[in-house]
């Protein structure tokens, strides 16, 4: 099953290579892209996916090359060099309480040892640390939102 973030990444780097078109299908997911013709014109289709649950049923739909490029570009637009990662599966808190300030936000300098968030799983909460020195410059997950084990939580600037 792929995620949004895969689907993207996929995206990107079809965007950049002269792939035409790209179908992959695996066991209750199917994906098909179609890069636009030289008049600017985007095919669409409506594929569905199976979701984790087996009940539900996502359609997912690409109306405009524009849309595409555009959040390309934004996320180039952010000069990264390292990616602190979730280390498990849990629910990601950018704060130690509700009544209290995030750890990091945006613009923040961090060092190795610096508490970024905490992942709870399981009841236990688990201080997830910078583990480089340098400024945070993106924060990439919402505050109670599920993480996934290695997926990207902050974009950190070492330079």
Do not use: W
Request: charged share 25%; aromatic share 6%; glycine share 6%.
């Amino acid at each position: 099953m792929l995620n949004v973030q895969e689907i993207q990444e996929i995206i990107k780097l079809i965007d950049q290579t002269s792939i035409e078109e790209f179908k992959y299908e695996t066991s209750g997911a199917s994906i098909s892209l179609k890069k636009a013709s030289a008049n600017g014109q985007v095919q669409t289709k409506n594929i569905p996916v199976q979701t984790v649950s087996g009940t539900e049923q996502l359609e997912t739909e690409k109306t405009s090359e524009d849309h595409i490029q555009d959040s390309v570009q934004e996320e180039r637009t952010v000069a990264f060099d390292h990616e602190i990662v979730s280390p498990m599966v849990g629910t990601f808190y950018a704060a130690p309480s509700p009544e209290k300030e995030n750890f990091v936000s945006v613009g923040s300098k961090v060092d190795k040892s610096t508490i970024v968030c905490i992942v709870e799983a399981m009841k236990l909460f688990n201080e997830i640390e910078a583990e480089v020195d340098g400024e945070i410059v993106e924060i990439l997950v919402e505050n109670g939102e599920l993480v996934e084990y290695g997926q990207p939580l902050f974009r950190v600037s070492t330079k």
